[in-house]
Structures are given as structure tokens and as C-alpha cells.
T-cell receptor, first 113, second 112 residues
Framework: DAGVTQSPTHLIKTRGQQVTLRCSPK?????VSWYQQALGQGPQFIFQ???????QRGNFPDRFSGHQFPNYSSELNVNALLLGDSALYLC????????????FGDGTRLSIL | DAKTTQPPSMDCAEGRAANLPCNHS???????VYWYRQIHSQGPQYIIH???NNETNEMASLIITEDRKSSTLILPHATLRDTAVYYC?????????????FGDGTTLTVKP
């Protein structure tokens, strides 16, 4: 049973560009969340998708947007990249709400030059 | 979501039990306690969770105090591979529960 998979594993972009990161949730999971983790810090919640809609959002600007597809996979888009967007971006999935734990992928390491 | 407080670092001898504390004094009645760990360059790995009863699985045990204001994660026989950052999180039971609020965690170093 495959866990949460993310692609690509590493990405290098320059300031001002845009980027799309992808996530496939664990089998049986329909809720996907995205987190940003700067070096040496804990993950910070960006937003969560359920039934193809954004349900919760953390303290991130509108440059960060997302999408969830009918097969529950998800994309994270970041526009007008800044140096400060360099981080590990983590995707987490869980079954439809309740107390079940989230399961995380190994992330996409995004570097902005 | 309630905030959690963890010591920044701890050491443990290989083969001994590792006891990692977490304070969550503002926890609400509908919030669960979850523990994750993160090994360098990997995503957080789920360990265990609980509401008010002690829990045990193949990885660890979770002890939650009666007033639910603190908890302890116990790794019964720590190995070198248990060296990681451990995060304690409290999260509301919710039909669309997606947000987990991470602090800076505890860096556990298991020494030979």
C-alpha cells in the first residue's frame, strides 16, 4: 500500500517564477493538507482540501493556491516566488475528518535563487 | 488548536527507555494528542495518538495525565534509529480536521 507520494523531490527556481508541486494521497484518504517547513523549524500549515474545495487556510498570502482533483490528488501552486519561499513543502493526507491521524509524504525541497 | 510545549533536546542511552514530555495545559475536551517524529530529510512519521486513555502500539506508548494537561511519549527500548525530532500536537476532532499546529519539537539523540 503506497503512502503519500510527492513530486518532484527537488526543484530549483528563480525569483518571480511560479511553481507547481504535486501530491498523491495514501489509498483511502480523501483529505489533503499542505505544509511549509523552513530549515530548523516545524511544519507550518498552508491549507487543506476536502471534496475539491479549500476548507481551512493558514497565514499564507494569496500567492499560494491549490487544487484537489476528483481522484483526491492535489497540487500546490506558488506564484511570484520569493527567496523566503525556499523550504521543504510537505503534503499530508487523512481519511475524511474525525480524529484519524494525518500521514505525510517526504516532501518537495524547493530552492529559490 | 491548543499550543504545546516540549523541551528542545534530550539524550537517551541505546537500549534504555526514552521518555519525551509534552505540556498542553490549554487542551480542550475535543482535542486529541498526536505524536510524530521526523528524521532528517524525511516527512513527519505518525507514531501514536490518544484522547484521555493511555495508548500503546508497536512503536511506542502514550501516557496522558488525568487532567489531560500533559503527556509523555515512551520509546521502551531506544535504538540509534530513533534519533529524530519528535513533535507533540493537539488537534480538534473535526469532520474536516486538516490543520496540525507544529511547534519546534524535541530533538532526541540516542547514544551508543
Amino acid at each position: 500500500d503506497a503512502g503519500v507520494t510527492q513530486s518532484p523531490t527537488h526543484l530549483i527556481k528563480t525569483r518571480g517564477q511560479q511553481v507547481t508541486l504535486r501530491c498523491s494521497p495514501k489509498s483511502g484518504h480523501d483529505t489533503v493538507s499542505w505544509y511549509q517547513q523552513a530549515l530548523g523549524q516545524g511544519p507550518q500549515f498552508i491549507f487543506q482540501y476536502y471534496e475539491e474545495e479549500e476548507r481551512q487556510r493558514g497565514n499564507f498570502p494569496d500567492r499560494f493556491s491549490g487544487h484537489q482533483f476528483p481522484n483526491y490528488s492535489s497540487e500546490l501552486n506558488v506564484n511570484a516566488l520569493l527567496l523566503g519561499d525556499s523550504a521543504l513543502y510537505l503534503c499530508a493526507s487523512s481519511p475524511g475528518g474525525g480524529y484519524q491521524p494525518q500521514h505525510f509524504g517526504d516532501g518537495t525541497r524547493l530552492s529559490i535563487l | 488548536d491548543a499550543k504545546t510545549t516540549q523541551p528542545p533536546s534530550m539524550d537517551c542511552a541505546e537500549g534504555r527507555a526514552a521518555n519525551l514530555p509534552c505540556n498542553h495545559s490549554t487542551i480542550s475536551g475535543n482535542e486529541y494528542v498526536y505524536w510524530y517524529r521526523q528524521i532528517h530529510s524525511q516527512g513527519p512519521q505518525y507514531i501514536i495518538h490518544g484522547l484521555k486513555n493511555n495508548e500503546t502500539n508497536e512503536m511506542a506508548s502514550l501516557i496522558i495525565t488525568e487532567d489531560r494537561k500533559s503527556s509523555t511519549l515512551i520509546l521502551p527500548h531506544a535504538t540509534l534509529r530513533d534519533t529524530a525530532v519528535y513533535y507533540c500536537i493537539v488537534r480538534v476532532y473535526n469532520t474536516n480536521a486538516g490543520k496540525s499546529t507544529f511547534g519546534d519539537g524535541t530533538t532526541l539523540t540516542v547514544k551508543p
